[in-house]
């Protein structure tokens, strides 16, 4: 079955480059995805990349797929205390009725070091 | 700006009462989740309705039930609770052909049960 698989833990010191791995097993998938969550609160999307597309930058943020090799990777420049939180990898799937339905990692906690 | 909402935040219940998790969106999305968080385990699905009244099974569905009586409003319901279904639960709401732009979750309902 699908499968999308993250390290647990990552911890880097603030203005350090981090990068969050991940590995999907569905190679239909049309979007990937980097959802974030803050503690006590839900998951927000981050950004999201076409499947056709090796790259996507949006600020400090810079997502790398990978397709021959199903893995996708989430690049934050400069890190900073606030972006602290647990980040959740993503990948598209079809049900029987035809809705999108994602598939999510475990998550990998990031945390930042003052 | 809340656009998905669950109705507690935190639910201590006990072992074998019928629980009911409320969710609520007023974004007129079509489609609504409820997913459960556990530590290492990432997100899984519970149950998705892409329609009034039209629900779908996901990948954990044993020991729940869920309703769809309003396009606004899924409600996930624990028949008989159980310690082992002690989690967070999420809502999460979606348009379809929209996959780009992602999920909006609800802040999550943690359910202790003793």
């Known amino acids: 079955g699908e499968d999308v698989e993250q390290s647990l833990f990552l911890s880097v010191r603030e203005g350090d480059s981090s990068v969050i791995n991940c590995t999907y097993t569905d190679s239909s998938s049309t979007y990937l995805y980097w959802y974030k969550q803050e503690p006590g609160a839900g998951l927000q999307l981050l950004t999201y990349?076409?499947?056709?597309?090796d790259m996507k930058q949006d600020q400090r943020l810079t997502v790398l797929l990978n397709k021959k090799d199903k893995h996708l990777s989430l690049r934050i420049a400069d890190t900073q205390t606030g972006d602290s939180a647990i980040y959740f990898c993503?990948?598209?799937?079809?049900?029987?009725?035809?809705?999108?339905?994602?598939?999510f990692g475990t998550g990998t906690r990031l945390k930042v070091l003052a | 700006d809340v656009k998905v909402t669950q109705s507690s935040r935190y639910l201590v219940k006990r072992t074998g009462e019928k629980v009911f998790l409320e969710c609520v969106q007023d974004m007129d999305h079509e489609n609504m989740f409820w997913y459960r968080q556990d530590p290492g385990l990432g997100l899984r699905l519970i149950y998705f309705s892409y329609d009034v009244k039209m629900k779908e099974k996901g990948d954990i569905p044993e020991g729940y039930s869920v309703s769809r009586e309003k396009k606004e409003r899924f409600s996930l319901i624990l028949e008989s609770a159980s310690t082992n279904q002690t989690s967070m639960y999420l809502c999460?709401?979606?348009?379809?052909?929209?996959?780009?732009?992602?999920?909006?979750f609800g802040s999550g309902t943690r359910l202790t049960v003793v």
């Open positions: 993503a990948e598209s799937g079809d049900t029987t009725s035809g809705t999108y339905k994602y598939i």
């Open positions: 990349i076409f499947s056709n597309m």
């Open positions: 999460a709401s979606s348009e379809p052909g929209s996959a780009n732009y992602g999920y909006t």
